[in-house]
């Protein structure tokens, strides 16, 4: 009998890989935007008026990382950027419409995507994967 493998490290760098490819394989034909561009107006939608610094940190990114992925999403159109009201240097985000509308096209595709991952889990597994992957996420040495 083989041993499963134990390479927790390799194994959800695996997994990762396969779940973003396969959720931006999905989104990309549903609504236009990549899981990582689906994030960062998640984000802004949770926090309209959000700095690009705060959706850094909201986003766990450097700030050059998101400065290149709002220069996309402004670009495409799903993204406003306006001047800070109180800090000169700073900009505040907004969704636009078509910000709005990517948002909703990829919500159902979410919600399959998710529905098939807790099947393939179960219920109790997909709540303990769940749990233990907010842990890792948050942990700190």
């Known amino acids: ?18 779940l973003r490819t396969t959720l931006d394989r999905r989104c990309l034909a549903v609504a236009g935007v990549t899981t990582p561009q689906l994030g960062a107006l998640f984000a802004v939608q949770e926090e309209p008026g959000i700095t690009q610094q705060g ?3 909201a986003l766990g990114l450097r700030e050059s990382a998101v400065t290149g992925l709002v220069g996309r999403l402004t670009a495409a159109g799903l993204l406003s950027r306006q001047a800070h009201p109180r800090q000169h240097r700073a900009v505040v985000l907004e969704l636009t419409e078509d910000g709005e509308a990517a948002l909703e096209a990829a919500r159902p595709e ?13 219920d109790d597994g997909f709540e303990r994967t769940a749990a233990a992957m907010n842990r890792l996420a948050h942990w700190e040495e």
């Open 1 to 18: 009998m083989v041993e499963p493998d134990q390479r927790l490290y390799y194994l959800m760098q695996r997994a990762a890989h396969r």
């Open 55 to 57: 959706l850094a940190h």
């Open 110 to 122: 979410i919600d399959r995507f998710n529905a098939e991952v807790r099947a393939l889990l179960g």
